[in-house]
């Protein structure tokens, strides 16, 4: 079953703009992990942040992560037309399983 | 990072028929998993396919419906049995190199199975 609810589940922006995206989960995890899927296709893995971080940058990306409120946002900054995709977050909940999100559509209008 | 494909891309089959997924990978991975996508959803982990053993099946997914093979640590296969249009799904495969859980897994292309 999926352990994370993302919001927005769909959002339309701008290029240039900035997009943040977030993503709520319920048990205990040991990290969290963000990825990209472009059209139905492969993910590709953006970011990783551990039970322990608060916030992590990479590029014009930044996640942070509260284990308080059980929650997790991602940034893009400065948007570009190739962003657009879905985005999913994925929780390490035990074992080396994922658990997805349902999703966030992302598309950015240049 | 590891490079993933998959075989078939994409395929149009015909209800009650069994279609298998190969997944090979570009280097030796100690952990081979298999998602299904439904139209419009999120993923959702089938099973982890073990090297010389037989697969760990997540909850409503079973070994009958969703035979899958793992002979060595680069390659694994998936078979889809007996399908129904409900099956329509990509199905795609993911690797991780080591047991640690902070690593993050690599993706292959994706299987995109339409039943008709």
């Known amino acids: 079953s999926q352990q994370g609810e993302e919001d927005p589940q769909a959002l339309s922006i701008q290029e240039g703009e900035n997009a943040t995206m977030n993503c709520s989960y319920k048990?205990?995890?040991?990290?969290l992990q963000w990825y990209r899927q472009n059209s139905g296709r492969g993910l590709v893995h953006l970011i990783l942040i551990r039970s322990n971080e608060r916030e992590k940058h990479s590029g014009r990306l930044r996640v942070t992560l509260d284990t308080s409120k059980k929650s997790s946002s991602l940034l893009i900054t400065a948007s570009r037309a190739a962003d657009t995709a879905s985005y999913f977050c994925a929780t390490v909940v035990y074992g080396n399983k994922l658990v997805f999100g349902a999703g966030t559509i992302l598309r950015v209008k240049s | 990072s590891a490079v993933i494909s998959q075989k078939p891309s994409r395929d149009i089959c015909q209800r009650g028929t069994s279609l298998t997924i190969q997944c090979q990978v570009d280097s030796q991975v100690t952990m081979m998993f298999w998602y299904r996508q439904q139209p419009g959803q999120s993923l959702t982990l089938i099973a982890t396919a073990n090297q010389g053993s037989e697969a760990t099946y997540e909850s409503g997914f079973v070994i009958d419906k969703f035979p899958i093979s793992r002979p060595n640590l680069t390659f694994s296969t998936l078979t889809v049995s007996n399908m129904s249009p409900e099956d329509s799904s990509i199905y795609l495969c993911?690797?991780?190199?080591?047991?640690?859980?902070?690593?993050?897994?690599?993706f292959g292309p994706g299987t995109r199975l339409t039943v008709l």
């Open positions: 993911s690797a991780q190199r080591a047991l640690t859980s902070y690593n993050e897994q690599f």
């Open positions: 048990t205990s995890i040991n990290n």
